[in-house]
């Protein structure tokens, strides 16, 4: 029995992703730029047992057989496809992320997923293998391989899509937990009606595309405050365009929005802070480290808080090969 356990972040991106061009190979149709966390880790053990028929999941302390074993199941196809091996294996995930919240869940757990199957299953990967491989499993996993701010490159193939670290000033995050029910329309669903059904997503693509080239330009000249405009632009038009689907899709709830007007407001007094979200209602605020208390008084009583920093790459914790 070969055995390894990985511990990987979730990430925010401030230029997002949302769309594929190729969904066998998770290619994205645009490139993004993400913080990866300091808070939230998912720790997943993986055990490659050569008696076993079956892959297993064990998600918290309850053995799965839905969707998300399946997926995870076909995930590690592609381990043992590279490792020339058909041994099964089994998967033991801890997230400590509310899951399917919009808070990144699938990223920390395919980032750690892709470091500990690929240890276990005898693999030496370097980082921008791992970011291809967690890619697979689910796109925005790429950059939570990366400590620190990453940029995905869209690439044209399955070995051109990948993240790498990019220099950025030094910022945080406010996570504002508005709520952390599973969301009712799942990413890649709403990705599918997105391209299928959206007037907007011609645009959307292209805008990104620009988007993402000011702000890695903004982020390496240190540049927070073009960072900011763009991060906060983007989410806006994302929501837009989610919410341009037919039938229509929406995210945010009146207090996500509250909490977008509360920034503005704090920014109109000459606090730099930015919002964003993902697909879910939570909000996730971009500003200096010396301004988080005023975020964080501005939000106050309005959803439960979190402070993050740029956190560290996705990490194998052991490795035993048997
Ligand atoms: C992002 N999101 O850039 C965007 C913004 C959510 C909103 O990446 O289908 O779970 O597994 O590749 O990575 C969520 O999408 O989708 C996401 P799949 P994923 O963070």
């Known amino acids: 029995m070969s055995t390894a356990t990985a511990i990987a972040h979730p990430n925010i991106a401030l230029v997002k992703y ?3 061009r190729d969904s066998e190979l998770n290619l994205p149709a645009t490139g993004s730029l993400s913080m ?53 294996a089994r998967v033991e995930t801890v997230n400590t992320v509310p899951s399917a919240a919009g808070l990144a869940s699938s990223a920390s757990g395919f980032a750690a997923l892709a470091v500990a199957a690929s240890a276990a299953y005898g693999l030496d990967l370097d980082a921008r293998e791992l970011s291809r491989l967690a890619r697979r499993g689910s796109g925005s996993a790429s950059r939570s391989i990366i400590p620190g701010f990453a940029v995905w490159h869209a690439g044209e193939s399955d070995e051109t899509s990948y993240a790498e ?24 669903e709403a990705m599918r009606r997105t391209i299928l059904t959206s007037p907007f997503y011609p645009a959307w693509v292209s805008s ?34 989610i919410q341009s689907c037919d039938p229509p899709i929406r995210y ?12 503005a407001a ?33 939000l106050e009583g309005l959803a439960e808080l979190a402070v993050a920093r740029p956190g560290p790459a996705a990490a194998l914790v052991s490795r035993t090969n048997g």
């Open 18 to 20: 949302w769309g594929k």
């Open 36 to 88: 990866t966390l300091d808070i939230f880790p998912t720790t997943t053990t993986v055990t490659v047992d050569g008696t076993a028929t079956t892959d297993v999941l064990v998600f918290g302390d309850e053995e799965r057989s839905d969707g998300p074993a399946v997926r995870v199941s076909r995930f590690l196809d592609i381990v043992r496809e590279l490792a020339g091996s058909d041994r099964r």
């Open 165 to 188: 670290a990019i220099d950025a000033p030094d910022l945080a995050m406010v996570v504002a937990m508005v709520e952390k029910r599973e969301k009712p329309i799942s990413s890649r």
């Open 208 to 241: 990104t595309a620009e988007s993402l080239e000011a702000a890695a330009e903004a982020s390496r000249a240190g540049d927070v405050e073009r960072l900011g405009r763009i991060t906060e632009v983007n989410a806006s038009r994302m929501h837009a365009l």
């Open 252 to 263: 945010l709830t009146p207090v996500s929005v509250e909490i977008f007007d509360r920034v």
């Open 266 to 298: 704090l920014r109109a007094s000459g606090v730099g802070a930015w919002a964003t979200a993902d697909a879910g209602p939570n909000v996730v605020v971009l500003t200096r480290p010396d301004d988080v208390p005023a975020v964080t008084a501005a």
